[in-house]
Nanobody
Framework: QVQLVKSGGGLVQAGGSLRLSCAAS????????MGWFRQAPGKEREFVAG????????EYADSVKGRFTISRDNAKNTVYLQMNSLRPEDTAVYYC?????????????????WGQGTQVTVSS
């Protein structure tokens, strides 16, 4: 069974930074594209960022471009999301996800496994 263990998250003031990490176990992480999604109260889960299996390609939602950076360390089976210049509208539960495919997809239902969510709250 695949497990995704997340760390990071919490409360931060607007303009601040947080780093999320997600460690995978139980499968061949290095062959999988990975993504970060988020869900705010009353809203649908939305794509935030994705990274291809070797890390050569990344993709971001327009709302986070230039502020968030996704990266991965296949030796550690870990994917990261560095979040800078945080805004109150970034407040949400953040999820990492992995797929049995090598290149990025922005559609949540295509991902095969998910980590537990972690709350990110940005105060104004």
């Amino acid at each position: 069974q695949v497990q995704l263990v997340k760390s990071g998250g919490g409360l931060v003031q607007a303009g601040g930074s947080l780093r999320l990490s997600c460690a995978a176990s139980g499968r061949t992480f290095s062959n999988n594209a990975m993504g970060w999604f988020r869900q705010a109260p009353g809203k649908e889960r939305e794509f935030v960022a994705g990274i291809s299996w070797r890390g050569g390609y990344t993709e971001y939602a327009d709302s986070v471009k230039g502020r968030f950076t996704i990266s991965r360390d296949n030796a550690k089976n870990t994917v990261y999301l560095q979040m800078n210049s945080l805004r109150p509208e970034d407040t949400a539960v953040y999820y990492c996800a992995g797929g049995s495919f090598k290149f990025i997809t922005t559609t949540a239902r295509t991902y095969d496994y998910w980590g537990q969510g972690t709350q990110v709250t940005v105060s104004s």
